[in-house]
């Protein structure tokens, strides 16, 4: 019995012998065949495939042709700088309108003086602009007076043409061209107009005598329209 079972024992392994080889060439085959279904599995992005796909335009193209759509550059064009020129006149014309003066300081640019009520020898002060303005109806002896004064050796040498329009009516700013002042007419040792802020002598001209001012009593912007009328400014 025990010899019998060491038959069997002995004949169990060497059947195992013979059919290792073959075990594990099969375990061999069965791992190729994984390996090459892995391999036919992978599919490389990079083999065939296209990475770019440009989008289609052809229903944003122009079926008109090239000169129509020039056309309507042209006209936009065209509009917008129509469009900017209004808008800049406009612009100009309101800074403008704002930056004119007012109707109140255009009322007192000009001011109309009836000359026919200042007696002759006398002075007449209106106002224009804020300021005073001198308005004096000279005899014949202070129009030949102011006529015969050695005007070129004066300070301001000026002759008693150049600051009249008319011999009989003397028009001036009457500030002092010192610092300002209010001169006093029919007054100071020319018997014309004194600054008693300083002491400046005007002749009947009003030009500068004797004192601190530099130059002569400003004559402004006047005309004669009409007999006996006169406009300043």
């Not at 594990?24 to 990475?51: C, L, M």
């Not at 009520?117 to 109806?137: D, L, Q, S, T």
């Amino acid at each position: 019995m025990r010899n019998l079972a060491f038959k069997a024992g002995t004949l169990a392994r060497v059947c195992s012998r013979q059919q290792l080889p073959s075990v594990h060439a099969s375990g061999a085959a069965v791992q190729q065949i994984q390996q090459k279904k892995n391999a036919s599995s992978f599919d490389n992005p990079f083999r065939e495939t296209q990475t770019t796909k440009i989008p289609s335009f052809d229903k944003y193209r122009n079926s008109g042709g090239e000169s129509s759509a020039k056309v309507f550059q042209y006209f936009m064009v065209g509009t917008m700088g129509a469009v900017t020129a209004l808008g800049a006149k406009n612009t100009v014309q309101d800074f403008l309108v704002n930056m004119s003066a007012s109707a109140d300081v255009l009322a007192m640019a000009k001011v109309e003086l009836d000359l026919s009520a200042i007696p002759e020898g006398k002075n007449v002060i209106i106002k224009w602009r804020g300021k005073p303005i001198f308005v004096r109806h000279r005899t014949e002896d202070e129009i030949k007076e102011a006529d015969e004064t050695k005007w070129e050796s004066l300070r301001d040498p000026q002759p008693d043409s150049d600051r009249v329009k008319k011999p009989e009516w003397l028009i001036m700013l009457g500030v002092c061209t010192h610092l300002g002042c209010v001169p006093i007419g029919e007054a100071g040792d020319f018997g014309g107009w004194f600054c008693p802020c300083h002491g400046s002598h005007y002749d009947i001209s009003g030009r500068i005598r004797k004192g601190p001012a530099p130059l002569n009593l400003e004559i402004p912007e006047y005309d004669f329209p009409e007999e006996g009328t006169v406009v300043i400014g």
